[in-house]
């Protein structure tokens, strides 16, 4: 069974490309050449979409969203294909936010949405005309940082820093959600969180502590 950064047991789930590829193996020369033909067809089909993926921003038709960021409402014209994570880092410069994987594996980009712990990567900006985003950068106020931040520092929580802004934000979202009990809850409601350099027992102290404060 496939265990997650934090070492916790991955529930085993379906995997389609694993279960095609074991049933290559019972096929015939013309059930495979067939297929190729099926999956150059399935390719062919998508063309125009891919096209429009392929255009260049000034020549995608614009999107008008109004969005809350860190307490900042803006009223932003964007390219419908934005996600969230683009809009923060390229048309905000709130870099802050980080972009690790950019397909929702690592957790580097997370950040609050209407109070809620998303993956900015996997977010359409334009799909949360009105809602409210929290992001790193909203978190201290002036110089005192938000308690969590100071818990990071506090129990050693990072090393190189690229994951941390997405965990302290987890890390917020975990505590708010309930499910910061216990060390072992922690781990589990955390582990889309991935630390490079496994800074894992400080983070956790870090939100055990944090969600203890009264
Ligand atoms: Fe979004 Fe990795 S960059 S999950
Ligand atoms: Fe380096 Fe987490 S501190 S990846």
């Known amino acids: 069974m496939a265990k997650s950064e934090f070492g916790r047991a991955k529930a085993p789930g379906p995997?389609?490309?694993?279960?095609?590829?074991?049933?290559?193996?019972?096929?015939?020369?013309?059930?495979?050449?067939q297929l190729a033909g099926g999956a150059a067809c399935f390719a062919?089909?998508?063309?125009?979409?891919?096209q429009a993926a392929r255009l260049p921003a000034?020549?995608?038709?614009?999107?008008?969203?109004?969005?809350?960021?860190?307490?900042?409402?803006q009223q932003l014209a964007i390219d419908?294909?934005?996600?969230?994570?683009?809009?923060?880092?390229?048309t905000l410069d709130l870099t802050g936010t980080k972009k690790g994987c950019n397909q929702g594996a690592c957790g580097a980009c997370t950040v609050l949405l209407d109070g809620k712990r998303v993956v900015s990567c996997l977010t359409l900006a334009a799909m949360h005309e009105g809602a409210a985003?929290?992001?790193?950068?909203?978190?201290?106020r002036g110089d005192d940082l938000h308690p969590l931040q100071a818990a990071f520092i506090q129990h050693d929580g990072l090393q190189c820093g690229f994951c941390t802004p997405g965990q302290i934000m987890s890390g917020l979202g975990c505590i708010a959600e309930g499910h910061a009990g216990s060390p072992e809850e922690i781990q589990f409601w955390m582990s889309g969180n991935i630390c490079r350099c496994g800074a894992y027992p400080g983070?956790?102290?870090?939100?055990a502590d944090t969600a203890g404060r009264p």
């Open 58 to 73: 000034e020549e995608a038709t614009m999107a008008s969203v109004r969005l809350t960021v860190n307490g900042h409402t």
């Open 80 to 90: 419908p294909r934005q996600s969230l994570l683009d809009v923060l880092r390229e």
């Open 44 to 50: 062919a089909v998508p063309a125009d979409t891919a």
């Open 203 to 207: 983070i956790v102290a870090a939100v």
């Open 15 to 33: 995997n389609a490309a694993e279960a095609a590829c074991s049933d290559l193996g019972t096929l015939s020369r013309r059930d495979v050449l």
């Open 133 to 140: 985003v929290t992001t790193i950068e909203g978190l201290a």
